[in-house]
């Protein structure tokens, strides 16, 4: 049996050789967001709304500052549990980004559009080999703006929108058992968005700094509610020597959602009066940092190796008071704290040879550290008037067990990993 001629099996190396790099061009999609027109600011996700093939973003509430379900590799759950939601990263840091559970604040809105350069959708396996079991689903890897070449720059805009929402007609009237008036008194035609930014930024031959303050207001569609978030942000690099290098990066943020009863508590609006929720609280309170500090050190052309150390920190508070005249002779209370810790540090080694101008060999070795850290304190309870409840609520040393659900959860993971 002959062999087929060299021009052949060229060709045949050829095309396979283009497919698979095709396939790797489209395993990962890279997004500006200064090219984007941003018609949604509540979320990093909405950007990539509509922008990124294969990325699926579905909004399942019009609640301000709730995270939408985001699908990256086929999965049909709900993408808001901790197992679904695609690994999220900031300039190649993992960060706690699923919401919280006791606020349902998304983590992905402590960032404000202006903060970020691009975006990359990550799909192929090699470099998601480096996450692990961390990015089942994916990863999508936020890069920040750095500064600016030249000398110190200030910056500031701002932005101003509004929500629409469409009025009843008569089928919908009907569904919602014609309570017009009741509905009027809870949603509102719209809501005012509005978002400030203020920036500093330079670089020179010691390296680059950009650090700024952002604000963002949503009023949403449901009256007396909304959602807030105020943000800090530094982004630094520092030459120590021609190969050392630092590169700092922190986000504090926070942020804050207010509720209500009716439309919220309860979305189920049945009488054709709404109850005076003068004295109702529902505040939902949410603390973010993230932080990294990479170091870099270059032998020599081909041989790296750096180091990140970094922590992903979310606190959420959320502390809510149901009067009895909105019960109808039962008082609501709860107070619920949590707090999310994700420490990870990540050490690589890197060689890169040029074999020729189209032939490159590029082997990273790398090992991690992660520790995550989970904690919940929750007291809630109820008792009717004839019960001997009061809508006076005062602040006591203890509880009685047999009025209030009191529970408190405690739960650490560390693992180690290799790869290459």
């Known amino acids: 049996m002959e062999?087929?001629?060299?021009?052949?099996?060229?060709?045949?190396?050829?095309?396979?050789?283009?497919?698979?790099?095709?396939?790797?061009?489209?395993a990962q999609d890279t997004l500006v967001v200064d090219s984007t027109v941003l018609s949604n600011r509540s979320g990093i996700e909405r950007i990539l709304q509509g922008n990124v093939a294969g990325l699926r973003i579905k909004n399942w509430t019009g609640t301000p500052g709730a995270q939408s379900i985001i699908n990256l590799r086929g999965l049909s759950l709900d993408a808001t549990s901790k197992s679904t939601i695609p690994l999220i990263l900031i300039n190649g840091v993992p960060m706690i980004a699923s919401p919280s559970d006791l606020t349902g604040i998304n983590p992905l809105a402590y960032f404000s559009p202006d903060q970020i350069d691009r975006i990359e959708v990550i799909k192929v396996i090699d470099r998601l080999a480096a996450y692990g079991v961390q990015a089942p689903n994916g990863a999508i890897n936020i890069i920040m703006k750095e500064g600016v070449s030249g000398p110190i720059h200030v910056s500031a805009n701002a932005f101003v929108g509004a929500n629409f929402l469409q009025g009843m007609d008569f089928r919908k009237d009907a569904f919602y058992n014609f309570n017009t008036q009741s509905?009027?008194?809870?949603?509102?035609?719209?809501?005012?968005?509005?978002?400030?930014?203020?920036?500093?930024?330079?670089s020179g031959d010691f390296g680059s700094y950009l650090f700024g303050l952002t604000n963002y207001k949503d009023q949403g569609y449901i009256k007396n509610s909304g959602f807030g978030r105020q943000?800090?942000?530094?982004?630094?690099?520092?030459?120590?020597?021609?190969?050392?290098?630092?590169?700092?990066?922190?986000?504090?943020?926070?942020?804050?959602?207010?509720?209500?009863?009716a439309g919220e508590f309860n979305r189920e609006i049945l009488l054709p009066v709404v109850s005076n929720e003068g004295f109702v609280m529902d505040k939902n309170r949410n603390v973010g940092l993230i932080s990294s500090m990479k170091l870099s050190?270059?032998?020599?052309?081909?041989?790296?190796?750096?180091?990140?150390?970094?922590?992903?920190?979310?606190?959420?508070?959320?502390?809510?008071?149901?009067?009895?005249?909105?019960?109808?002779?039962?008082?609501?209370?709860?107070?619920?704290?949590?707090?999310?810790?994700?420490?990870?540090?990540?050490?690589?080694?890197?060689?890169l040879k040029s074999l020729s101008e189209d032939l490159k060999l590029d082997m990273t070795i790398g090992h991690e550290l992660r520790s995550s850290d989970d904690r919940l304190t929750a007291i809630d309870g109820s008792r009717g008037l004839e019960s001997g409840g009061s809508d006076f609520v005062k602040v006591v040393t203890g509880y009685n067990a047999n009025q209030v659900n009191a529970r408190s959860d405690h739960q650490q993971e560390k693992i180690t990993s290799f790869y290459g």
């Open 3 to 26: 062999l087929l001629p060299k021009g052949i099996w060229k060709t045949m190396f050829l095309v396979f050789a283009s497919f698979g790099v095709a396939l790797r061009l489209n």
């Open 183 to 202: 509905r009027s008194a809870v949603y509102g035609d719209g809501g005012f968005v509005s978002e400030q930014n203020v920036a500093v930024d330079g």
């Open 231 to 261: 943000s800090l942000y530094l982004n630094a690099k520092y030459n120590i020597t021609p190969k050392f290098s630092a590169h700092f990066y922190n986000n504090f943020s926070l942020s804050r959602k207010d509720g209500r009863y």
């Open 297 to 351: 050190y270059q032998f020599n052309p081909s041989w790296n190796i750096s180091s990140v150390p970094s922590i992903s920190y979310d606190a959420a508070s959320r502390d809510a008071y149901v009067p009895s005249d909105v019960l109808d002779g039962e008082i609501f209370a709860l107070s619920h704290t949590g707090k999310r810790q994700l420490i990870t540090i990540n050490t690589t080694l890197n060689y």
